[in-house]
């Protein structure tokens, strides 16, 4: 008390310091407190409106699930005049396609993901221009840092693309296009149950070749941040033992990178289950049994799609049956990855 | 005594040909050919998109007038006119959903990462939002606009 009492200059610069450095005002630990609450309030609703969804589709659905039970899912017809419903052919279809989009989608975004994360294209380019004598020129030493980041934005750019888009793309192209290979198919390799139909028009395969498009930005942008994300210290001492190229990207970097990559692919999975505009368009809609991929087929999402706007009474209960089948083998698949996820997550710790 | 200290370093002990890069070697040839198809799969999935561009400019290009933008759809079995209200309502629409998800997606996504990471309920709320992903957009008690909700809710939690 003395001190301060005697010299107010000195006095000055403890009391700034004291200002920085003082205890939150109430206003400031309230503020904290409501903002916490919120974010978890929104979290909540977030579970909330999951369920939300579930239950009212549930509670319409409900007189369907009644009257015919189990049968509903090995039905292969669909007949609302007859009042009889089953949803096999659609959940064939829907996985079919989804997979085979998959498959497509993940191989050509895995490519891409490599592709643009472990510069190729940059070390490729600089040893060109070094040879003529053009590195370090001012457009051209950016020059391979900027043509990946148009590929990049490129292949993103496909995920901009409207569904209902790539849906007149497909008739447009992709089944004219598709249309005399797979007719060779047919008539040189149709003992084979896959090629066993011949391709009428819309099908399967142009389905999951839209399928695979619109899911393939996904995947190669989810593994591409999972590649770039792999330590450097295990990228160099890989290359330290002397492996090529490939013998580090496919035995190191690739399995580093797995969980996410895996993560990826389940995100495009959920996208191509749910999908429902472009395959309404594409497969056809006709509810057949069929290995061929070449033969017309029904997506339960495409079904709700093509039902819904003329239903009426019980084709409304069935189909809220049918949209909780599809909620059901999203929530199987997503349940299934996590738990690959965790595993490979518990495998994968000592590396991090 | 002499010859064996200058014996040691004439005889090596690698074969240094093995050393250098050849495309003889099969694992060399096989990461050429690898590169060499990331490279053409790259390519050929920008395909798609130059493809759609291209026949959207080729099939709408001609009829792209400034009344097809701004006008309204003609009456029946009648020409003219265009799709102004479509595209006044994809804004709307689009701006609305995007207000209506984006708070929640980053409030979510704030605090599944910082306030209770690693807990139960935090798993609860990214699987939630995993399926929402999932969710066919026509679903009829989920009206279109939140189809495109759904994606932005759906992404933010998994992408943090």
């Keep these: 008390m003395s001190s301060s009492a005697a010299s107010p200059a000195a006095l000055t610069e403890p009391e700034t310091v004291g200002d920085i450095s003082q205890p939150p005002s109430s206003g400031e630990v309230l503020w904290d407190r409501v903002?916490?609450?919120?974010?978890?309030?929104?979290?909540?609703?977030?579970?909330?409106?999951?369920?939300?969804?579930?239950?009212?589709?549930?509670?319409?659905?409900?007189?369907?699930?009644?009257?015919?039970?189990?049968?509903?899912?090995?039905?292969?017809?669909?007949?609302?005049?007859?009042?009889?419903?089953?949803?096999?052919?659609?959940?064939?279809?829907?996985?079919?396609?989804?997979?085979?989009?998959?498959?497509?989608?993940?191989?050509?975004?895995?490519?891409?993901?490599?592709?643009?994360?472990?510069?190729?294209?940059?070390?490729?380019?600089?040893?060109?221009?070094?040879?003529?004598?053009?590195?370090?020129?001012?457009?051209?030493?950016?020059?391979?840092?900027?043509?990946?980041?148009?590929?990049?934005?490129?292949?993103?750019?496909?995920?901009?693309?409207?569904?209902?888009?790539?849906g007149l793309w497909g008739v447009f192209v992709v089944i004219p296009a598709i249309r005399p290979p797979s007719q060779w198919l047919y008539t040189h390799l149709g003992w084979i149950p896959t090629f066993g139909t011949s391709l009428s028009g819309p099908g399967l395969l142009p389905a999951s070749v839209v399928l695979a498009i619109m899911v393939l930005p996904t995947i190669s942008?989810?593994?591409?941040?999972?590649?770039?994300?792999?330590?450097?210290?295990?990228?160099?001492?890989?290359?330290?033992?002397?492996?090529?190229?490939?013998?580090?990207?496919?035995?190191?970097?690739?399995?580093?990178?797995?969980?996410?990559?895996?993560?990826?692919?389940?995100?495009?999975?959920g996208r191509a289950l749910g999908e429902t505009m472009a395959l309404a368009m594409l497969a056809g809609n006709a509810n057949v049994l069929s290995w061929s991929i070449f033969s017309p087929a029904n997506t339960l999402a495409a079904l709700l799609a093509n039902h819904f706007p003329e239903a009426g009474g019980v084709e409304v209960g069935a189909l809220m049956y049918a949209a909780l089948v599809l909620l059901a083998i999203t929530l199987i698949v997503n349940i299934i990855g996590t738990i690959i996820l965790q595993r490979a997550d518990a495998a994968l710790k000592g590396l991090r | 005594m002499a010859a064996t200290v200058n014996k040691t370093p004439v005889e090596p002990e690698v074969d240094l040909p093995q050393l250098q890069r050849s495309l003889r070697q099969p694992r060399l040839l096989f990461s050429y050919f690898m590169s060499l198809m990331t490279g053409t799969a790259t390519v050929v999935a920008m395909f798609p998109l130059f493809s759609v561009l291209y026949l959207l400019i080729k099939r709408g290009g001609a009829s792209l007038s400034a009344a097809a933008l701004t006008?309204?759809?003609?009456?029946?079995?009648?020409?003219?006119?265009?799709?102004?209200?479509?595209?006044?309502?994809?804004?709307?629409?689009?701006?609305?959903?995007?207000?209506?998800?984006?708070?929640?997606?980053?409030?979510?996504?704030?605090?599944?990462?910082?306030?209770?990471?690693?807990?139960?309920?935090?798993?609860?709320?990214?699987?939630?939002?995993k399926i929402l992903t999932g969710l066919p957009s026509h679903s009829p008690p989920l009206s279109s606009s939140q189809g495109d909700s759904r994606l932005l809710l759906g992404r933010s939690p998994w992408r943090f």
């Excluded at chain 1, 003529?132 to 490129?154: C, K, M, S, Y």
């Excluded at chain 1, 492996?243 to 990559?261: S, Y």
């Excluded at chain 2, 995007?98 to 709320?125: C, D, K, N, Q, S």
């Design chain 1, 221 to 269: 942008a989810i593994s591409r941040d999972a590649l770039v994300a792999v330590p450097p210290k295990i990228r160099e001492a890989a290359f330290g033992i002397g492996a090529t190229r490939w013998e580090a990207i496919l035995a190191v970097f690739l399995p580093t990178a797995a969980t996410g990559i895996f993560g990826g692919v389940i995100l495009g999975f």
């Design chain 1, 35 to 166: 903002f916490r609450r919120m974010t978890l309030g929104i979290a909540g609703f977030t579970v909330f409106l999951t369920i939300y969804v579930v239950i009212r589709i549930g509670r319409v659905a409900l007189p369907a699930i009644n009257s015919y039970g189990a049968g509903f899912l090995t039905g292969t017809t669909w007949d609302a005049n007859r009042a009889t419903f089953g949803v096999l052919p659609a959940i064939a279809g829907t996985l079919y396609s989804s997979i085979l989009g998959l498959i497509g989608g993940t191989l050509f975004g895995l490519a891409i993901a490599i592709f643009l994360s472990e510069r190729f294209l940059s070390t490729g380019l600089e040893n060109l221009f070094k040879r003529l004598g053009l590195e370090g020129l001012g457009f051209w030493a950016t020059f391979p840092d900027r043509i990946e980041n148009f590929l990049r934005v490129t292949i993103e750019l496909l995920a901009a693309i409207p569904s209902v888009v790539y």
């Design chain 2, 71 to 129: 006008e309204l759809p003609p009456a029946a079995m009648m020409t003219g006119g265009g799709f102004g209200n479509a595209i006044v309502g994809t804004i709307i629409i689009v701006l609305l959903a995007t207000l209506i998800a984006v708070p929640i997606g980053i409030l979510a996504a704030i605090y599944t990462a910082e306030f209770g990471p690693e807990t139960e309920f935090t798993r609860w709320v990214q699987f939630s939002a």
